[in-house]
């Protein structure tokens, strides 16, 4: 997605509160969908922060004319090979991203500052959570790599620090609707400040540096979407060519709604037949369905995380679990339009 930002989590041996981002309720997950509103104004703040924060955003009027749909997948795209999920409204716009119980990281994509687009790949990735992530807790990385804007290449680095400097309640308007008119208001909501600070060159046909400021607010409802409810973001763009320096400023605040958020269970069809056997596992799973629209089946353990994915071939598909630990793990029955045909569970018993 055309933005930096996120965060994640554990929950072994751990109390933590409703408020806590973690990465079983915050890491992007295969097969979560969901919708992105476009709001641009300039007379929006980000409010207060600290804890028992109430954040109104009620005024907010979004727009039809610009909405983006996302969609969360195992990542293929072996110039990010070290990334294990992508993220994608368009072939224009992705980003690819690897979360792990400590911590989530970018490893680039298509991105956007203010007027400047291009795509970037970070060898060094930004780490945008720490888990968990509580009120206070902050993550700190400098990310470096290359980057290519309109054909031209040239290097990026900096520094990218996360804060969950906020917690409390956030009201907001559905998106689509008119302002005032269909309120949410969400009262675990834990808010990550990102500020990006980063800088680099590239060759336009003559050497440009370049240094690019931002900060996102991300506001999160662990229970309600894994992705932010709402974003603002500010950036600050400066070009300084060589023939005597040339600055170009561009603040935008970009307001982003989509608590209209699909789960692995949206869309789901209940009646297709299937089995699943033995159950326990030891070594193998198998899976035998007679549904024609069974495509793959795909394995998670209790963190979310995509474990395994095997393709259905004349309604069958076998799991290889000899090097899977014990425990419980989820399944996700999906068809050929990636949707969730039905889902379950199974153990694995050594």
């Known amino acids: 997605m055309k933005k930096t930002l996120l965060s994640l989590f554990t929950i072994f041996g751990l109390a ?24 641009d104004t300039n007379s929006i703040t980000s409010g207060a922060s600290g ?35 992508s993220i994608s409204a368009s072939a224009m716009d992705i980003a690819y991203y690897k979360s792990s119980a400590a911590d989530l990281k970018y490893y680039g994509g298509d991105v956007s500052f203010g007027f400047v ?19 206070n807790a902050s993550v700190t990385s400098t990310p470096s790599g290359s980057i290519s804007v309109f054909g031209n290449n040239g290097v990026i680095g900096g520094t990218v620090t996360a804060l969950a400097d906020g917690t409390g309640t956030l009201n907001i308007d559905a998106p689509g609707a008119a302002a005032g008119t269909t309120l949410k ?22 050497p440009i540096t370049y240094t690019i400021s931002r900060v996102n607010y991300d ?7 894994r992705a932010a409810l709402l974003t603002i973001s500010n950036s600050t763009i400066i070009l300084n060519a060589l023939t005597g320096p040339t600055v170009n400023v561009t603040k935008a605040i970009t307001v982003q709604n989509n608590y209209n958020v699909v789960s692995i269970n949206e869309n789901k ?39 395994c994915s095997e393709a259905i071939e004349s309604g069958k598909a076998k799991i290889n679990t000899s090097n899977f630990t014990s425990g419980i793990y989820m399944y996700r029955v999906v068809g050929k339009y990636n949707q969730v045909l039905t889902t379950g569970k199974f153990t694995v018993s050594k």
């Not at 408020?19 to 709001?39: I, R, S, V, W």
């Not at 506001?219 to 979407?225: G, V």
């Open 16 to 39: 933590m509160t409703s408020q806590t981002l973690t990465q079983a309720n915050h890491a992007p997950m295969d097969g979560f969908k969901y919708e992105l509103f476009q709001c």
């Open 185 to 206: 208001s969400f009262t675990n909501v834990t808010r990550v400040k990102t500020t990006e600070n980063l800088s680099g060159n590239i060759n336009v046909g003559l």
């Open 219 to 225: 506001y999160y409802s662990p229970t309600a979407s």
């Open 117 to 135: 687009s291009g795509n970037v790949i970070y060898s060094n990735p930004a780490i945008y959570a720490t888990y968990p992530m509580g009120l």
């Open 269 to 307: 069809i209940n009646n297709i037949q299937l089995s699943v056997f033995p159950n326990p596992a030891i070594n193998s799973i198998n899976f035998t369905t007679t549904s024609a629209e069974a495509t793959n089946v795909v394995a998670y353990d209790i963190s979310g995380k995509a474990v």
């Open 51 to 85: 804890a028992g924060a109430t954040w109104n955003f009620t005024s907010l009027a979004t727009t039809t004319a610009a909405i983006a749909n996302y969609t969360t997948a195992v990542a293929s795209n072996t110039t990010y090979a070290a990334a294990d999920i």
